[in-house]
């Protein structure tokens, strides 16, 4: 990455710490094992801050996968978005991310995109988003616009229970397609302690698909 532009990508970063407004989200980590032959380390952070119609979002996950001895994947992933709500079901939104992934050929993807979402449904049990967007990626092999859309769905199982589902696919002209989709099943304990059984799958334009459990606190 650029200089200039990891100064940019911190300092919008800073604003997202020193807001005031009211947060929710949760801190993971865990991994998974199989027969010592195979294991994945991650971890993740997921913040909502919300303060009359504008909302922030920020997440972060690295994973770390070994199979024989041999490292196959190490990735960072972040990304930070400010929604603004301007009718019911409706809101914009500026979103930037930057994501690493050391066994890729464009190691290093920084994209910033401007878009609009629609609240497809919003009801006890179940939410659901879907956004579309236009951006501009910043990769060690390209410069270019890009086109972007992101379907986010919520839904309450039971009590303790929820689910989650989160899918990105981006697009260009020269670029690789990049698809992303995190899934998620969440028991929520009384104390503040979260049990999450997760997958995410990535295309980009290797497919990896990575299933962990991770353990953290909400607040």
Do not use: C
Not at 85 to 92: E, R
Not at 148 to 167: E, G, M, P, Q
């Amino acid at each position: 990455m650029k200089k200039a532009d990891f100064k940019f990508f911190t300092a919008f970063l800073m604003l997202f710490f020193v807001t005031e407004s009211f947060a929710s989200g949760s801190a993971k980590i865990g991994g998974t094992f199989v027969n010592s032959d195979e294991s994945t380390f991650k971890v993740s952070v997921d913040d909502q801050r919300e303060s009359g119609k504008w909302q922030q979002v920020f997440e972060f996950d690295y994973v770390f996968k070994e199979s024989q001895d041999i490292k196959t994947l190490d990735e960072i992933y972040t990304g930070y978005k400010v929604n603004y709500t301007f009718a019911p079901k409706h809101y914009v939104f500026s979103q930037l991310i930057f994501d690493n992934d050391k066994f890729r050929v464009d190691e290093q993807r920084l994209s910033m995109a401007y878009g609009y979402g629609y609240k497809l449904l919003r009801t006890e049990k179940f939410k659901a988003s879907n956004e579309i967007s236009i951006g501009y990626l910043n990769s060690d092999l390209l410069d270019e616009v890009i086109y972007r859309n992101s379907l986010w769905f919520f839904y309450k199982l039971a009590d303790r229970v929820n689910a989650t589902n989160k899918y990105l696919l981006e697009w260009g002209d020269n670029a690789e397609d990049y698809v992303r989709n995190e899934t998620s099943l969440n028991y929520n304990f009384d104390n503040g302690t979260v049990l999450s059984l997760s997958n995410t799958y990535t295309e980009d334009p290797i497919d990896n698909n990575i299933l962990s459990v991770t353990i953290g606190v909400r607040w």
